[in-house]
């Protein structure tokens, strides 16, 4: 099925609908209907920051179609989840898709400032997550994000499945109605590779730059963008 007409067909109620259906169903019954829907046109983006990247790598190798992973490296993570990402691709047997950003660290500076996370953050966000981003979904009609409702309040809404308009693609966030007890249930009965600084006190991983321990143990969040109101990169909103 050419999934272009795919996406075009269905409408709010469709979606709707989907979701309504999706709410009894595990995670691993939405990736299995998301990659028989789209084949190799369907993208897992994981961070190898947090652990809900990791739960959906896991269970999209158990599904075993070969669905492209792709890691977006801002060139300013923990040399932890560089080693994660390697790690991965080993356990899993895969090629992860790195994407950089248009600019390096140094080009980034000589146009907008040294350390640009401080004085702009949004700009630098923009420049190394969100440009990024759009360039490496292009390929794809569907989007598989590990983002959960109960990570912050900016995510208290998010579906199952919807369609992100910026990006032109069908976006499906299967973990989205889990808790954080039962995501780390999953890391722990199936052995699956995860960060080693979410043991360290940093529920919530970024750029080193834009990750503290948090101030608020009820908002694992808060420990990213300490002293701005910034709360979210861009890539989902
Ligand atoms: S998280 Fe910080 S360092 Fe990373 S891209 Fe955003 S502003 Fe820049």
């Known amino acids: 099925m050419d999934p272009s007409t795919v996406i075009f067909h269905w409408n709010e109620e469709e979606l709707q609908h989907l979701n309504d259906t999706f709410v009894g169903q595990s995670p691993e019954y939405i990736l299995h209907w998301a990659t028989e829907q789209f084949d190799q046109d369907v993208v897992l983006t994981c961070s190898f920051g947090g652990p809900s990247g990791m739960v959906l790598l896991d269970m999209l190798s158990r599904l075993g179609r070969g669905t492209p992973v792709v890691f977006l490296d801002t060139d300013l993570l923990f040399p932890e989840t560089y080693a994660l990402a390697e790690a991965a ?16 660290l140094d080009e980034q500076s000589q146009q907008f400032g040294v350390q640009l996370y401080e004085h702009d953050p949004d700009r630098c966000c923009g420049i190394r997550k969100v440009k990024p981003l759009a360039e490496a979904l292009r390929p794809y ?82 420990g990213r963008w300490v002293g701005s109101a910034k709360t979210e990169c861009g890539i989902h909103v």
């Open 141 to 222: 009609h569907a989007w598989i994000s590990g983002i959960r409702r109960d990570q912050s309040s900016s995510r208290s809404q998010v579906s199952l499945i919807e369609w992100h308009a910026r990006h032109q693609v069908l976006k499906l966030n299967p973990l989205a109605l889990w808790t954080e007890r039962e995501v780390w249930s999953y890391i722990h009965k199936h052995n699956v590779p995860y960060n080693p600084l979410l043991d360290q006190g940093y529920p919530s991983l970024g750029c080193t730059p834009c990750t503290h321990h948090p101030h608020n143990l009820d908002d694992p969040r808060s």
């Open 89 to 104: 691709a080993r356990r899993y047997g895969i090629t992860i898709e790195r994407r950089h950003p248009a600019l390096s």
